[in-house]
């Protein structure tokens, strides 16, 4: 009930292109989903976040679609830059479970030049 | 803004010994922090939330003794590892959130621990 599921586990896109990061949950209580971004050695950092009340939120490149119907959401990062090699994880928290973010297992993308 | 501040960011420790790890909400009032570990190329294994003024409620299997957190003020917690084990070298990152659970979590840069 708290697992949320991403894919895929890495991708490689040609700069320019359209990099796609899908995440499914099934706890229908999660109401609040973040993308967050981390580089090596660093912690990671919000991109972008929605809740479930709207089925899309663009900021710049970036965009979070969802579905709640098929629970799923995903991340589409436009026209993808070298810049944005990084890994990706997707995360899903509720008012209940004391409030936890459950994360997705990560995606590592690379932007080939 | 929403700067939370992790330090050491690297430290190297010899078996045995305690490391103390701090994390500070710089522009902000943390009602709750989390404690993570993150192995390469893996997602974050959280370990503890730690709550201003209240004892930290550990994950299942994480050793309270072992990894003591204090939360002694809206802007600090701190991770001590005790009696560190070269098992324990790993990367712990922490977290920081002024609202409610649908606000966003503001991550410090980690702390690379090595334990020779």
């Known amino acids: 009930q708290q697992q949320v599921k991403q894919s895929p586990q890495s991708l490689i896109v040609q700069k320019g292109g359209i990099s796609i990061i899908n995440c499914a949950y099934e706890?229908?209580?999660?109401?609040?989903f973040p993308w967050y971004q981390q580089f090596p050695g660093k912690g990671p950092a919000l991109l972008i976040a929605?809740?479930?009340?709207?089925s899309e939120k663009k900021e710049g490149r970036f965009t979070i679609s969802f579905n709640k119907s098929a629970k799923q959401f995903s991340l589409h990062i436009m026209d993808s830059q070298p810049g944005d090699s990084a890994t990706y994880f997707c995360?899903?928290?509720?008012?209940?479970?004391?409030?936890?973010?459950?994360f997705g297992d990560g995606t590592t993308l690379t932007v080939k030049p | 803004g929403a700067v939370v501040s992790q330090h050491p960011s690297w430290v190297i420790c010899k078996s045995g010994t305690s490391v103390k790890i701090e994390c500070r909400s710089l522009?902000?009032?943390?009602?709750?922090m989390f404690w993570y570990r993150q192995f390469p190329k893996q997602s974050l294994m959280l370990m503890a939330t730690?709550?201003?003024?209240?004892?930290?409620?550990?994950e299942q299997g994480v050793e309270k003794d072992k990894f003591l957190i204090n939360h002694a003020s809206l802007t600090l917690s701190t991770l001590t590892v005790t009696s560190a084990h070269p098992e324990d070298s790993s990367f712990y990152i922490c977290?920081?959130?002024?609202?409610?659970?649908?606000?966003?979590?503001?991550f410090g840069n980690g702390t690379r621990l090595t334990v020779t």
């Open positions: 977290s920081a959130r002024y609202n409610s659970y649908n606000s966003p979590l503001h």
């Open positions: 706890n229908t209580a999660f109401d609040y």
């Open positions: 929605i809740r479930p009340d709207v």
């Open positions: 995360a899903a928290s509720s008012n209940t479970n004391a409030g936890k973010s459950t």
């Open positions: 522009d902000f009032q943390a009602t709750t």
């Open positions: 730690s709550n201003e003024g209240s004892k930290a409620t550990y």
